[in-house]
């Protein structure tokens, strides 16, 4: 059975590409294995921030932003009858992708080309290409 990472950000374009994968389990013999990840970029450090915003509530920040980014996605697969565990991550976008499919042992990296809104287009973009060149499995990008 193959193991597919599939990356989303909660877009509406992460979203098609969730509906994109469960359109591609036809071209399987037995229905894939998928690890859904988000990644949550760090919030910046500021000194004196700690005074005012708790570890936990950092957690609970990356926590819901994560679910909500997850939901839709969840809803696609679970439609679809699919396996899969989910994750919520914070770091580095494009690394953090690479590294968890290496730690899950996937065959591949379906992920989007763009995000949320026009700025974050070019910054998932740039992601994508990243994540393209340092992937040592096949990544698919869905445009």
Known sequence: MPKILLAVDGSEHGIA?????????AWYRDKPKIELITVHLPVPHIGGMGAVVS??????????EGE???????????????????HI????IAETIVEQAKHFGCDMIYMGTRGHGAAASVLV?????KV???????????H
Request: aromatic share 8%; hydrophobic share 45%; no cysteine.
């Open 132 to 142: 393209l060149h340092l992937a040592h499995i096949p990544v698919v990008l869905v």
């Open 55 to 64: 570890h936990e509530m950092l957690d609970r920040y990356y926590r819901e």
């Open 89 to 92: 991550f914070v770091g580095h």
């Open 125 to 129: 973009g740039s992601v994508a290409i």
């Open 17 to 25: 590409v969730s509906r994109r994968l469960v359109e591609s389990f």
């Open 68 to 86: 909500k980014n997850l939901s839709e996605a969840k809803k696609i697969l679970d439609g679809a009858g699919a396996a899969y565990n989910a």
